[in-house]
Structure formats: C-alpha cells, structure tokens
C-alpha cells in the first residue's frame, strides 16, 4: 500500500510527491510552518491527503504552544489554523479538516495538555477515516461502471490515487476495485499539464501494483473515445457544490465535454468531505492559480520565448449536468440527488 501521509516517532512522513517517479524519498515534518510549506509546494497534494497533512499540522502547532491557558491555547491555536488553511484555496479538504480540529480543541474539557493528546488523536482519526472512506468509495463506484463489456477501459486525470488522499484513493481507488474485482482491461491516464500529476503519480502507483496502465497527452482524450477506447471516465475532485458542480484539475472539465460529445460515462468519486454545502453552484468555488513556470519550464528546460505571457488555473469547474454520477462512501448519486440523499450525513 501507498501511504503519502504517515505519522511516525512524533512527526510526520510525507512521501515527496515533487519528487516521483525517479525518487520515492519521504520528508520529515515537525513544525507546522513545514507543513503549511510542504502543502503551499505540492510536497503532499491531492485534496483528502491535503486535509490529513493538515490535521496533523494543527497538531505540531499545538504542540508548540507554550501555555496552560486554555483561552490564549485556543486564540493561538486559530492563528496557527488560518496560516495553514491560506496554503491552497480550492481543496475544501484542506478547510474541512482544520475546521474539525479547532472543533475537537474547542470541545474538549481539561487542561492544556489533555487537549494536545486529544488533538494528535484526532489527526489519527481523520488520517484513518479517509482509508477506509477510499475503500468504501472503490467499492459503491462498481455499481455504477458500465457492465459492459465485462473488463473496461477507464480513463482519469490528475492523480486521484492513494498519494492524493489517506491511501487507496479516489478515482484511482474505483480503478484498484475493478482490477481487484477482475473488471479493468487498462486505465487511461491523462498526463494532466501542466504538472503532470497524471504522467509522474497516477502512472507511478499503477505500475507498482501491476494495473496496466497507458499514458495519453490530455490533447489525445477525445480521440481514443471516437476510437472506442475509453468505456467510463473517473476522475477525483477538490471541491463540490451542493448542486454537483465540481471543481477538479483543470483538463476536467474539456474531458467531461468531450465524454459527453462521444456518450461515455464521467463520474466523479469522491468522499463526503469533499463536499461544500455552503455553496449552492460551482461559480462561487475559489480557483487556485499558480506559478507561471509550470507552463513554461519542464525541468531545467525553458518551453517559450522571452515575452510570452500565461495564464495558469490549477483547476477548472465541471457543471453537473455532466456528470452521470458522483461516487461517494455512501454511494452513487446523480449530482441532482446529492443533497436530498447526503447532506444530512455529518461530515464535521
Ligand atoms: O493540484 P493537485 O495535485 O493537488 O490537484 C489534485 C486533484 O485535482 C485531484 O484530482 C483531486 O484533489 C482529487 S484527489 C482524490
């Protein structure tokens, strides 16, 4: 198994997501500035493990509070939640997680130090939850894939794998239940420009458990569709409104396009915390953009010509009535059930 975020002997493990598939090295975190930087620097990234390496950065914070008051322990503990929660801004993850914590601190009874241990269990909690939330959301995906033919061709994009939540992932977790259930021909992955999420991670996790794997440029999706390539499209997500837009890597959206123009099935899986009922649409979601130098440097390779001028969303929304289904741990939905079916399930 790939676990991206492990808590060992008092700190965290994270695996060095920039520095797959050539090195599978892990980083030691202890500080909870490290953290927030691990997080601002994709070090750990992919929305559910965003909000475990969060929990725990609340933890490492805490820990460093130096009182035993419980008032200036929690003003000092939201200080550090706000500069952990202003790392990235569209994973909701990241904000479901933090908020979670503060909850558990702001509940708990008992001197300062009774409080940290509750919050280092906490972290735990949520790091284990969203194994087995992967698991449950792997399996309810077979029960909607097509059931034919009888192993399919899936296509993802990005990387919604066991690296991008607490292990097993999302997405990828629907494509480990099908190979496990002898359902997958081949999963289809999008290289996912500009930082190659699909090429570097996805591709990563599917050779080393021996899921065969072909990797496309996202400019070849429509074309392996036209060519009967492709039965279903499951890609992850970092965001989704109430109504089922659902803001993704960007690439998501032009592929729900092109799934739609060629009748294949796009679903999105992904656990309940991922879900933001505050917002009733997908135009509110906030869309993180990020250093031009992703577009225009490959590793030590310069792509474009001085004067050039970019333009890098890190993600992009697609609208519901895309979507055929969105696959969470309590099951399959059409994105127009979703609140009728889940929003009474508490995810705080
Ligand atoms: O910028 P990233 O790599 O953090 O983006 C990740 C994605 O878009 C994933 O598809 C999403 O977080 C779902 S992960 C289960």
């Known amino acids: 198994m790939i676990y991206p975020v492990i808590w060992q002997e008092d700190r965290a493990l994270l695996i060095d997501q920039n520095r797959l598939p050539t090195e599978y090295s892990f980083v030691e975190i202890s500080r909870y500035e490290d953290m927030a930087e691990a997080i601002k620097t994709m070090i750990v990234r992919g929305a559910p493990a965003i909000g475990v390496a969060a929990a725990y950065g609340v933890y490492l914070g805490a820990r460093e509070i ?14 550090i939640a706000q500069i952990l929660g202003q790392t990235r801004p569209t994973a909701v993850n990241l904000f479901w997680a933090i908020a979670r914590m503060l909850k558990a601190a702001r509940q708990t009874v008992g001197p300062v130090d009774y409080i940290k241990t509750v919050l280092l269990e906490t972290a735990k909690e949520i790091n284990a939850e969203d194994l087995q939330t992967c698991q449950a959301i792997g399996d309810r995906g077979l029960e909607v894939l097509p059931t034919q033919p009888e192993k399919l061709c899936l ?24 190979w496990r ?21 996805t591709t990563w996790e599917c050779v080393r ?6 990797a496309i440029t996202d400019s070849m999706a429509a074309h392996c569709m036209k060519q009967g390539l492709i039965d279903a499209v499951v890609v992850g997500a970092d965001r989704i409104a109430a109504n089922g837009d659902t803001a993704n890597k960007i690439g998501t959206y032009s592929l729900a396009l092109v799934a739609k123009a060629h009748n294949v099935p796009f679903f999105v899986a992904a656990p309940l915390s991922t879900i933001d009922w505050e917002l009733p649409d997908g135009s509110q979601i906030p869309i993180e953009e990020r250093h031009p130098s992703e577009i225009y440097q490959v590793g030590d390779t310069i792509l474009y010509p001085p ?25 399959a939905f059409a994105p127009s059930q979703l609140k009728e079916k889940l929003h009474q399930q508490q995810a705080v």
């Not at 130096?66 to 200080?79: G, K, N, S, V």
């Not at 999963?187 to 090429?199: M, N, S």
Request: glycine share 10%.
């Open 66 to 79: 130096d009182t035993a008051d419980r008032q200036e322990f929690l003003t000092q503990l939201e200080q």
């Open 155 to 178: 296509l993802t994009h990005c990387n919604a794998g066991a690296l991008a939540t607490a292990g097993y992932g999302t997405a990828l977790g629907v494509v480990r239940s099908a």
């Open 181 to 201: 259930e002898g359902r997958l021909a081949r999963v289809y992955a999008d290289e996912t420009r500009p930082r190659l999420q699909g090429a570097k991670l």
């Open 209 to 214: 458990e021996g899921i065969p794997v072909t």
């Open 307 to 331: 004067g050039v001028e970019f333009y890098n969303p890190a993600f992009d929304v697609t609208p519901a009535n895309l979507i055929a289904a969105i696959v969470t741990e309590y099951g």
